[in-house]
């Protein structure tokens, strides 16, 4: 008789094969393995134990770990599998720089740490600091500052506060023939001892600055851009005080010439920038939405229900009404870090 064909499938061998099998070679199979691993990686047992969240299985598999992990350290296995893991790693050669670890403390030259002046507190969902006294304010910059600083000092004449107005014409941060900022900077800040800062200055920017080879940076590219925050980030720093005053840094509403407007937009992305590190203490008012929404030139705006001319002629300047419109917005921005009673 001719015989039966059989059936040859793998899933057909497998059942006859695993027949064969009695469970004291499942378990016997099962130790193996077990061994196998605590031989080779018993330290790993030990990690993932060490990182379950506290409780019954954590303390069966630390239990069990430890004295696995301590069985592998004395044999040289452990070596022979992290270098089988190294070959068969599928994932590309890191370099040595760059690294996460321990980057909260870590420093370098090429990346400075971030600080908590960083940070005000609204922006964790904190509670912010009750507003506290005020008895100096300094009213700084170019030509700009005028007549805001005499606006600030005729509304805060009732609170107590001292009102210092310090306009330095004609002069700029890209600029130091006439006025070196920087330098300035740190004397206004030990004679005045202000506890609030307003700087508002960028109508004669624009002017070559040097990088660090000591070769001019013309304007306006990133390049300038950068040398000239890397500047008003040190004045930032020197007028903050170490966190002991506020600063309010204005930035230049669009003036109305087109060449001017590619260096006030310029200037006021690189205040934005400097300002970054220090954002607990530096607060950064931008005129450009309250004068020119969009950054387009106009010279009125609308004023208690009427239009009213805000800029000087020269299509640069605020004149008295256009100061006492940014006064409304930096007053309320004071009212937030100091007690304004004589507004």
């Known amino acids: 008789m001719p015989r039966e064909p059989t059936d040859d499938a793998l899933m057909d061998r497998f059942d006859r094969n695993a027949r064969r099998f009695r469970a004291r070679d499942a378990v016997l199979t099962v130790a193996i393995a077990m061994l196998v691993l605590v031989l080779f ?25 430890e004295p696995a992990g301590w069985l592998s350290d004395q044999l040289p296995l452990r070596l022979v599998a ?3 893991d190294d070959e068969l790693s599928p994932d590309a050669e890191l370099s040595e720089e760059g690294g996460f670890t321990n980057a909260a403390t870590e420093t370098s030259d090429e990346v400075p740490p971030v600080t908590p002046d960083a940070f005000p507190a609204a922006a964790l969902g904190a ?20 007549p805001l600083d005499l606006e600030v000092a005729r509304r805060l004449a009732g609170s107590g506060a001292r009102v210092q107005r310090d306009a330095r014409l004609g002069t700029g941060i890209s600029k130091t023939a006439l006025l070196d900022w920087g330098k300035f900077a740190v004397t206004q800040a030990r004679q005045e001892k202000p506890d ?111 239009s009213t001319l805000v800029r000087e002629s020269d ?24 007690s304004l009673s004589g507004r």
């Open 41 to 65: 990686k018993g330290t790993g047992m030990q990690d993932a134990g060490e990182r379950l969240k506290p409780g019954v299985e954590r303390d069966v598999v630390v239990a069990a770990g």
């Open 82 to 84: 992290d270098e089988l």
């Open 127 to 146: 509670k912010p600091a009750p507003p506290r006294e005020l008895k100096t304010v300094l009213v700084t910059g170019d030509s700009l500052s005028q």
């Open 196 to 306: 609030a800062v307003v700087m508002f200055i960028g109508a004669n920017e624009g002017f070559p600055i040097p990088n660090a080879s000591g070769q001019p940076l013309e304007c306006c590219d990133a390049r300038w851009a950068a040398a000239y925050a890397n500047r008003a980030r040190r004045m930032m720093d020197t007028y903050r005080r170490d966190g002991a005053a506020r600063v309010y840094w204005i930035t230049v509403p669009t003036p109305r010439d087109p060449e001017r407007q590619k260096i006030a937009r310029t200037v006021n992305a690189a205040i934005t920038v400097a300002a970054q590190p220090y954002r607990a203490q530096v607060r950064v008012i931008d005129s450009v939405p309250i004068f020119t929404p969009g950054a387009k030139y106009r010279d009125a705006l609308p004023v208690g229900g009427r």
């Open 315 to 338: 299509g640069i300047h605020l004149n008295d009404a256009g100061a006492r419109v940014l006064a409304d917005t930096l007053l309320e921005q004071m009212g937030t870090d100091f």
